[in-house]
């Protein structure tokens, strides 16, 4: 049994019609962030966020701003990969004062996060983001962050609609192998980042979601033999939509991969291998060997969540559509699973 191709996408498309549910000429995915998330109506059901995780030499270095319609959140962690020094701080914003923070309807619009405690500011000009951030207290020293992301003009990006039905369904872009130059400063430490080795992940998500969750994603983007290799697989949430969120991308060329893949791993000890393999074939074979756990909970009673998500490593081989075999090997990466009542 094999799954069936997904519908290509080519042009500019509203997400969503005049009612504010699912149009059904978005469902599909693209290689280009062409889908406006135009999202209206069904209030405190919408989901919106821009995640970016920034892969340095030395440290991993990510931020979130997420708005949930009855709250904003900004997340903002650190992770020194040899000490394992990590520290993550987290800033809510209530209802009252939401409407202050826009979230933009396209992939590349500018995202703002401003309160006495964080500020967060990224744009996005001629094919760069920038992403500047500054705290002065984060795990007690000051935090100055100036990263200059790039876009390459040529480079393909995984962009897709996840239909459930009509009310609820998602648009997920996720933008691989952006190298990435500037610093990260915590206290009198500076992390440099130089665009050959450093890349950024973005993910933005932006849809309309059932009460109950669970979620499975897998990421990398790392150079390996001299190619800018990225990695993208998501399990649990697309199954049975007849979409995926699967891709592997080789100097800005993305191969979609159709078929759902299986997450194995141990829900009671998260630092032991995991497992990512395609459900029909032999497609994608992975093992991931975790060195950090990250967890993030929340739990407001009305809504919960529940994060574990890993920094490793990842080795095995994924198969193009050509034939040819990607050997991948001890390639740094994330892999998480979430389990939200939001």
Known sequence: MVQHAEREIYEWTPLCDKKGNLNPAAIGYARKPIIDCNLSGHFMRKK???YWCCYGEDILFSVTICHLDYAVTCFVYFLEYETQRFFEKTVTIPLGVVKKIKMPTRVLEPVRFTSNEINVNI????????MVVSCDNFD??????NLKIIHPADDESLNVVVPWNRQTFQFTAKHHILPTKGFVKLGNKRYEFQEEECFSVLDFGRGVWPREVVWNWANASQRIRNHRVGLNFGGK???GTGMTENAVFIDGKM????EDVIFEYDRSNFKKPWYVTTKFSDT???TFHPFFERVAKTDLKLVQSE???LVGYYSGKVKLEDGSVLEIQQMLGCIEEHVAKW
């Open 48 to 50: 919106k966020w821009n």
């Open 123 to 130: 744009s996005h000009l001629q094919n760069q983001t920038l």
């Open 237 to 239: 949430w697309t199954d």
């Open 140 to 145: 007690n020293e000051p935090l100055n962050v």
């Open 255 to 258: 191969t979609k991969i159709h």
């Open 284 to 286: 994608v074979m992975l």
């Open 307 to 309: 994060v574990h998500q």
